[in-house]
């Protein structure tokens, strides 16, 4: 665990902070360039990539903020502009992107679903791959205690080092790498979707497919998961990232039989 990419008192750079400039960044070049090759605009991409980060920020954010914390926001106020104290949720992200993606898209008279599709396959692993790094470095979102004290890493990691959520409370102690396995995650879903992509018979296939598929990852991982701060209820069986999730694939399910009818494509002579 390392929550500073470097420090010193005058100046330093938070891990996650990094991590997530990375995340755009990255994501951005590969949209970019993959636009030629599927016939859309290299400057529609850009502008989506600045309203992403920008509105993907937000919806994090204000998510955190209002549906996770939100007694302890009302107790300190001048928190909820503070984002280097951490407190970003990654379905606010989804709903960031869906407010400013698809409201340029209308008002640019565009072609929405073809462009989310792209934008999502490419640029939606790579978010979420390095975000979970972030969450490596950072110590935030941790596992559980795992009973596996010796064997392959991704079965445990242990906190040697103080800093961030995980380290004051498990110093030494073995736990589950969830953080690792939602990034190996996210290289799975990025070719489970491409493979879904290259054979998609509908408008907007794609881009349902990853967020389903990052709805049933994400349930999974969270009874892993050991960090409280997420948001749990009904006596800790289920977490507010589950609540979403369930939210997230049911929706995305009945679009997905509604633009299968809606929005077909022409069948390959």
């Given at each position: 665990m390392r929550p500073f990419i470097f420090y010193s008192?005058?100046?330093?750079?938070?891990?996650?902070a990094f991590s997530?400039?990375?995340?755009?960044?990255v994501a951005t070049i590969?949209?970019?360039?993959?636009?030629?090759?599927r016939g859309l605009?290299?400057?529609?991409?850009?502008?989506?990539?600045?309203?992403?980060t920008i509105m993907g920020l937000i919806g994090a954010r204000l998510f955190h903020v209002f549906v996770e914390e939100p007694r302890y926001y009302l107790e300190h106020p001048t928190h909820v502009y503070q984002i280097w104290r951490g407190g970003f949720v990654s379905y606010g992200v989804f709903l960031g992107f869906?407010?400013?993606?698809?409201?340029?898209?209308?008002?640019?008279?565009?072609?929405?679903?073809?462009?989310?599709?792209?934008?999502i396959l490419f640029g939606g692993p790579i978010v979420d791959f390095f975000v979970r790094l972030g969450c490596l470095l950072a110590g935030c979102c941790f596992g559980t205690r795992s009973p596996y004290h010796s064997g392959e890493y991704i079965l445990y990691q242990v906190f040697n080092?103080?800093?961030?959520?995980?380290?004051?409370?498990?110093?030494?102690?073995?736990?589950?790498?969830?953080?690792?396995?939602?990034?190996?995650?996210?290289?799975?879903?990025?070719f489970v979707t491409y493979w879904v992509d290259r054979r998609k018979t509908f408008k907007g296939q794609t881009a349902l497919t990853f967020l389903m598929?990052?709805?049933?990852?994400?349930?999974?991982?969270?009874?892993?998961?050991?960090?409280?701060?997420?948001?749990?209820?009904?006596?800790?069986?289920?977490?507010?990232?589950?609540?979403?999730?369930?939210?997230?694939?049911?929706t995305c399910l009945a679009l997905y039989f509604y633009f299968k009818k809606k929005f077909p494509l022409p069948t390959p002579p």
């Amino acid at each position: 665990m390392r929550p500073f990419i470097f420090y010193s008192p005058q100046f330093s750079i938070p891990s996650f902070a990094f991590s997530l400039m990375l995340a755009s960044l990255v994501a951005t070049i590969v949209c970019y360039k993959m636009a030629p090759r599927r016939g859309l605009s290299q400057v529609v991409v850009l502008d989506l990539a600045i309203i992403g980060t920008i509105m993907g920020l937000i919806g994090a954010r204000l998510f955190h903020v209002f549906v996770e914390e939100p007694r302890y926001y009302l107790e300190h106020p001048t928190h909820v502009y503070q984002i280097w104290r951490g407190g970003f949720v990654s379905y606010g992200v989804f709903l960031g992107f869906a407010v400013g993606w698809i409201g340029y898209l209308k008002i640019r008279h565009l072609d929405t679903l073809t462009y989310l599709d792209h934008m999502i396959l490419f640029g939606g692993p790579i978010v979420d791959f390095f975000v979970r790094l972030g969450c490596l470095l950072a110590g935030c979102c941790f596992g559980t205690r795992s009973p596996y004290h010796s064997g392959e890493y991704i079965l445990y990691q242990v906190f040697n080092n103080p800093g961030g959520d995980a380290g004051h409370l498990f110093k030494g102690v073995p736990l589950y790498p969830t953080q690792i396995w939602s990034m190996i995650a996210a290289v799975f879903m990025f070719f489970v979707t491409y493979w879904v992509d290259r054979r998609k018979t509908f408008k907007g296939q794609t881009a349902l497919t990853f967020l389903m598929l990052y709805a049933v990852i994400r349930t999974v991982i969270e009874l892993f998961r050991g960090d409280v701060a997420r948001g749990i209820y009904f006596d800790g069986a289920v977490s507010t990232a589950q609540i979403m999730s369930a939210l997230f694939f049911t929706t995305c399910l009945a679009l997905y039989f509604y633009f299968k009818k809606k929005f077909p494509l022409p069948t390959p002579p």
